[in-house]
């Protein structure tokens, strides 16, 4: 055209524009916009339309936004030549096409590995500061796109937007954001989102439930592990504030964190609650009880319990049982642990390293040395082979009753067998020894261990 004298006007470069989009050819349409400027041509709305698109092809929301808002102040300047009313119904659609293109530019960001939730937080920024605000249709499907943990900060603030928009939120965003905090280990903010659905709407239905429920499952059982009681009951509390009902699981979890704290009474208190709310205790929860008394030396208390839990028809598992056995070590009453054991048996119910260990600390714990020596031998008559916490708990009883030597012996066999034992039991020898003159070459305990155990063993 131009060879041929004829000059080309906004139309041509229009098209020529469109052309190079639809190539996907994105620095020439630039080019080609940079080069009606450059001719004096006056741009019109297909041409700005043209960019825009092409900023969408491009995917680059920053540079889609400074545009727009390089050409809504041409506009209040009075710069775009026209009738205004029909400038006003391009900016409508200038707006969306500057909306959309950072809708692509967050989806990307979250499908991202590095920072997505950074790099999308960035673009909502920059529409803010653009002052482009869409409404809850925009953020909604970005919300089914947070899957992952690091989604989180974003997850939120995408909700927090969607709540300040008109109309009520869809129930299935919420419920995925509950199901996202608890991925990403925000339990707080789990449960502050299904409280905005009990006080703003909508109502929550079953799986808003169900997740709930299994995120308070989770914390109670990290309360129950640590025994961190205080949380545990300040959680089973919440529950019930919140309108939840917790089963005998949720129960039980509450006294185990209280009974492995040595809380007795708060888990008589938990216990006696349990049955007023109408549930029914099972061998778990009669368990933690019997535990919680037991290390409270309430003995008498503990035999109670047990005939009642034996009279409503209740069978009791082995951790029961290991803990019957506790008790009548804590009264004195050997004979009676002896019936016990037996009892076991006759239930097809085998004691363990465990049930052992148990009584052996309980005669620790009761100072008698002596009788937890003779159960440690009970014990490998009956081919259970002990583990370290029985010889840790030997090692203590011997030193209580005055043998330190026989408690050295303990520890080198121990030690020739594999198992690590704790620096708390090397202490104990070393001091012992000194304490008492033993006439023991310490040198042949080796080097203080510095290797922890596992709790959980």
């Known amino acids: 055209m131009e060879e041929q004298g004829i000059s080309p006007n906004i139309v041509t470069f229009n098209t020529l524009m469109s052309v190079y989009v639809e190539q996907g050819k994105i620095e020439e349409v630039f080019r080609v916009y940079d080069d009606i400027e450059g001719r004096g041509l006056v741009p019109t709305a297909a041409t700005y339309s043209t960019v825009m698109s092409a900023f969408k ?98 997850a939120k603030e995408l909700y ?12 299935s965003v919420c419920n995925h954001l509950i199901w996202l905090m608890g991925k990403a280990k ?50 089973l509390e919440k529950m019930q504030e919140k309108n939840l009902k917790p089963g005998c699981r949720e129960w039980n979890d509450v006294l185990l964190a209280c009974s492995r704290a040595a809380e007795t009474s708060a ?37 109670r319990v047990w005939k009642h839990m034996r009279k409503v028809g209740i069978d009791p598992n082995l951790h029961a049982y290991t803990i019957f056995v506790s008790i009548y070590i804590g009264k004195g009453n050997h004979d009676m642990v002896d019936a016990v054991l037996r009892d076991m048996l006759s239930a097809n119910i085998e004691p363990t390293v465990v049930t052992f260990n148990a009584i052996i600390s309980a005669c620790v714990r ?38 330190p030597k026989v408690a050295y012996e303990m520890y080198i066999t121990a030690c020739n067998k594999g198992l690590k034992l704790s620096a708390k039991s090397y202490d104990t020898v070393m001091e012992a020894c000194q304490d008492y003159g033993a006439l023991i070459d310490l040198a042949s305990l080796g080097l203080r261990p510095i290797v922890k155990l596992d709790p959980s063993r």
């Open 57 to 154: 092809s491009a995917g680059d929301a920053f540079a889609a936004l400074k545009f727009f808002v390089k050409l809504r102040e041409r506009y209040k300047n009075g710069e775009l030549t026209g009738n205004p009313a029909d400038w006003e119904r391009e900016f409508v659609k200038y707006e969306k096409l500057a909306v959309r293109v950072c809708h692509m530019a967050m989806r990307r960001s979250l499908a991202g590995a590095n920072n997505p939730a950074g790099a999308a937080l960035k673009v909502l920024l920059s529409m803010d500061e653009a002052r482009v605000r869409p409404d809850k249709s925009y953020y909604e499907p970005l919300v089914w796109a947070c899957t992952g943990e690091e989604h989180y900060t974003i």
């Open 160 to 171: 927090q937007r969607i709540r300040e928009c008109d109309g009520e939120i869809s129930l």
């Open 186 to 235: 925000k339990w707080w903010a789990a449960l502050e989102i299904y409280e905005d659905l009990l006080e703003k709407g909508p109502k929550p239905n079953n799986l808003s439930y169900e997740l709930i429920m299994s995120h308070f499952n989770i914390l109670l059982n990290a309360a129950k592990r640590r025994g961190i009681w205080r949380w545990s009951v300040r959680l």
């Open 267 to 303: 888990t008589v208190n938990i216990f006696k609650r349990m049955i007023n709310q109408g549930l029914k205790p099972d061998v778990v929860s009669y368990g933690a009880l019997l535990s919680a008394l037991e290390k409270g030396r309430l003995y008498d208390e503990a035999l």
């Open 366 to 403: 009761n100072r008698k040395g002596s009788a937890a020596f003779g159960w440690f031998h009970k014990k490998k008559m009956q081919s259970i082979e002990p583990n370290e916490i029985t010889y840790q708990m030997l090692i203590e009883a011997l030193v209580q009753d005055g043998k």
